[in-house]
């Protein structure tokens, strides 16, 4: 038997092994491509291993995969046998385990209008013992290596997010995974694949906000096998007799077009888990932090709001420091309530000048001076006899308690209802650490967790739906398709320094749309970047996703208040374009693409080595396009270019000391 899912241009095939106790790909690429003998399949003999582990098995127990790696793990051991399969909305393929009653539904489901495949796993128990879990994947993944993988992850730590990385595995392992209850900010739970010679690239994301894993390994197949799923931590997870058990997605893509196509793809999924909230103008914001800390002060804070108003700026966000007992981070965090008691009208006056509001929170952490800790001490991650950890002078809230669950979504509630408040920035700045919860040493921990921060996620959307809500965690700590789908924006990392900032940019670009990434531009030199930059630099820098200003605004001279403004009315003018349209990263460039193909936004940075003209010999720097060869181009100059000049020989750009960023936009002719 043999199963085909179409997708928008791609397709995906697995098929029933001869012994029916497995399901294996097929093919996995361009519409059609299945139709011919698989790239696959084995065809040679089998020594010192067993059929499935030469095999491109699709997802396998332990025990029928013993060698070569397994998807899931059960204490005692697993095999299964196919069951039953349907074909409706979703592909679904049934395995069963006589012995222990495990039961497993492998389930398969294209996004319409990508070109994206999202895979699960149903596990229902129906045997009389309890089912332990010490590895739960979602799927195994492989991918058609001859010459070795290719890998390209992204890495890092607090404020050095997103860090592109390549390897070349010629044969053996790699490991990457998150025991920090969110995707963490070491390794974001995303891959991609491409045999080491380069070409078509295949990607997977893992839909989960807590602690995950993913492996991949260059098998003695010649195929390279991805292994992704959540991690059972603290583990194992347990599955009690007539209980069920659903894994957490992973998204499945793939591009002839190498790393520049798979982006692509990543972008359109994105745009199609946001639904139509994607389309909703993303507002140029101001935010307070890095100008005032935590000295949070109205009369202060409504003299910046006007400055901010002056340049443009659309939203006004007050960040930590609003809140009573907040006037350090040694306290205030769970006690939700303005510090001053003229905030309601501070927010109006804010309002008036023609600003939307918007406010910081960090509804999962409590200090254990404030009184909501005094209160519920019971309602914080710990462990009887073992004094709690502080992380940043804060404990986390267990998310897996109702009572919890409900306390954040009635405080959130008072908030949105009381405050005309458009705009939340949830921030969440700890780990947990004493995982335990007394009373009950067998819970499924990271999992309830997750549960009850989605469950939060999805009461705002849903009671809530005209706030604009931006995932933080310390920065770019929790950037998972599962929060994405649920968020408006991103906030990548705590780092804004322009330099730095492009590095991390790169790969958060590589795995997300641009209308999602939240940026600022901050004072020069400022907490992370000593390097100085222009004002313009930091500001195109900024534009390349969702523009946001940090800097002291009452320090700019009169010549920065006015290039800022005149820079955020150009932004303003291309903004569609770089949230809408297609974008492609490439080396001191980004290129975006308007839906209709006619206009074309392309933002440059100098990072190296001037061109040397006009005092010494040399030529412009240069970037190529992505453009149809046959038409002609325009910029805001009146100067012309054919599109094969732009495609070939690039758009010219000469940079000197006092110009080290530009932005170009191209109309065709």
Known sequence: MTWTVPMASTSYTVALDPSSRWAELVAWGPSGVEDGPSVFANRGDVHFMTEADAAPVEYAPLGLRPFSGADVAVRGGSWWRFDSASSGADLRLTFVDDVSGLRAVLCYRSVPETDVLKRWVEFENTGSSTVEF????????????????????????????????????????????????????????????????????????????????????????????????????????????????????????????????????????????????????????????????????????????????????????????????????????????????????????????????????????????????????????????????LIRNQLLLDLGLPPVVEFIKSTLDRLLTTYPISYLKWDMNRPPTERGRPGSPAADLDAEHVAGYLSVLDHLRASHPHVTLEACAGGGGRADLATVARADVVWPSDNTGPLDRLAIQDGFLLAHAPHLMSSWVTDSPGVFDPRPRSLRFRFVTAMAGVLGIGADLSRWTPAQHAEAASLVALYKSIRDVIHHG?????????????EDGDTVVVLAWNTGELTGAPLVPGRSSRVRLDVRPNSSYVDGSGARYSGAHLKYAGLPFDWTASHDADVVVLRRH
């Open 134 to 389: 010490d590895r739960l994947g979602s799927a195994g993944v492989c991918v058609p290596t001859v010459s070795g993988a290719r890998l390209t992850y992204l890495t890092g730590q607090w404020s050095q997010e997103f860090t592109r990385r390549s390897l070349d595995l010629p044969a053996g392992g790699f490991r990457m995974e998150s025991r920090f209850g969110v995707p963490g900010h070491a390794h974001v739970p995303w891959l991609a694949v491409q045999d080491a010679s380069g070409g078509a690239a295949y990607g997977v994301s893992l839909e989960w906000p807590g602690s995950w894993s993913i492996e991949a390994d260059v098998e003695p197949s010649g195929l390279t096998r991805v292994r992704v799923g959540r991690l059972p931590s603290p583990g194992p997870v347990l599955l009690e007799p007539g209980a069920s058990l659903v894994t957490p997605p992973v998204a499945l893509a793939s591009s002839v077009d190498g790393l520049a196509g798979l982006a692509a793809v990543w972008h359109d999924y994105d745009r199609v888990l946001a639904g139509p909230r994607w389309r909703r103008p993303r507002p140029v914001l101001y935010n307070s932090w890095e100008a005032t800390g935590f000295d949070v002060r109205g009369a202060h804070q409504l003299e910046l709001a006007k400055r901010a108003a002056d340049l443009g700026v659309e939203l006004f966000v007050v960040d930590d420091g609003w809140f009573t007992g907040r006037d350090d981070d040694t306290g205030g965090l769970g006690d939700w309530t303005p510090a001053e008691p003229t905030f309601g009208a501070f927010v109006d006056s804010v309002r008036e000048l023609g600003l939307e509001f918007g406010l910081w929170v960090e509804p999962e952490a409590v200090s254990p001076k404030s009184r909501l800790y005094a209160e519920h001490p019971d309602w914080v991650y710990r462990i009887d006899g073992r004094p709690p950890t």
């Open 582 to 594: 297609v974008a492609r990263v490439q080396e001191g460039a980004i290129q975006y693409t308007a």
